[in-house]
């Protein structure tokens, strides 16, 4: 039994906006470890439609406060979670974030279980401290996957290690999860918020119509087999070529020259 039931008055899913372009959404029920209430769940499906659709907002970085990236969903409302809507795609925030145009960085503080595994896997790029974990409960608790857990994993870190991680509801650490491929990097939890800064910032400084763009052809590209990925690429490609004016052409021209400009010793 849930010994910290939310409140009217607590702020469950955190969004802050800054002047950089940097979106973030907190989880923010740290004293459950970060599990998801019905109203938790729409509220942070609406928050990655708002920042998707906010065109200051270039990142979206999505972390836990507290020990947990999120736990998952709160089973004292599993009820009401797993026979609400779950075809609604406006209150689904794995859905939000699969169509969302920017990129996604989650931070991974803690425990990432079940639907919290879930909605990690619908980050663009996974950076996780060093006590983080990944645990697949699923089968434990006698919840079917309907997020994408069991599609997704298999292609992240092979179908055989998928089976057992799933079947046993066996924890991932951090270190075997970047082993894998599964995350990006690992780093101190002290330095966990600065490392996803750091990459947020690197594709703050990009052209920021190409990142959408190259996030776009890369997230679809993997849902195909080679040979269609290829095509799309090239057909997005001619597409986005034929669209660029001469002056697009001669500002990378310019951009081009101004790097490969011979610095003076002096």
């Known amino acids: 039994m849930d010994q910290n039931p939310p409140t009217a008055a607590e702020d469950l899913i955190k969004v802050s906006i800054e002047s950089n372009g940097i979106g973030t959404i907190t989880i923010n029920r740290p004293k459950s470890l970060n599990s998801l209430t019905r109203a938790m769940i729409v509220d942070l499906a609406k928050s990655v439609k708002r920042l998707n659709e906010d065109e200051c907002v270039k990142v979206i970085i999505l972390t836990g406060s507290g020990r947990a990236f999120c736990s998952g969903v709160d089973l004292t409302a599993a009820e009401d979670v797993f026979k609400g809507d779950v075809k609604d795609k406006e209150t689904d925030p794995v859905y939000q974030m699969e169509v969302c145009k920017k990129p996604i960085i989650g931070a991974i503080n803690g425990f990432s279980v079940t639907a919290g595994f879930e909605i990690s896997l619908a980050c663009d790029i996974l950076i996780a401290s060093r006590n983080a974990k990944f645990m697949d409960t699923h089968a434990k608790f006698g919840i079917f996957p309907s997020w994408g857990l069991s599609q997704k994993l298999s292609r992240l870190i092979g179908p055989n290690r998928a089976r057992e991680y799933s079947l046993t509801a066996m924890p991932i650490t951090a270190e075997m999860a970047e082993k894998w491929g599964l995350v990006n990097h690992v ?28 996030k776009s052809v890369l997230n679809d590209g993997f849902k195909l087999d080679l040979g269609h990925g290829l095509a799309l690429e090239k057909e997005r490609g001619h597409e986005y070529y034929s669209g660029m004016t001469k002056e697009q ?18």
């Open 249 to 266: 052409f001669q500002n990378m021209q310019k951009f081009i020259s101004g790097r490969n400009k011979p610095t003076s010793k002096l």
């Open 187 to 214: 780093v101190e939890p002290n330095e966990l918020m600065q490392k996803t800064r750091e990459v947020a910032e690197a594709i703050i400084r990009n052209n920021q119509d190409l990142v959408v763009k190259y």
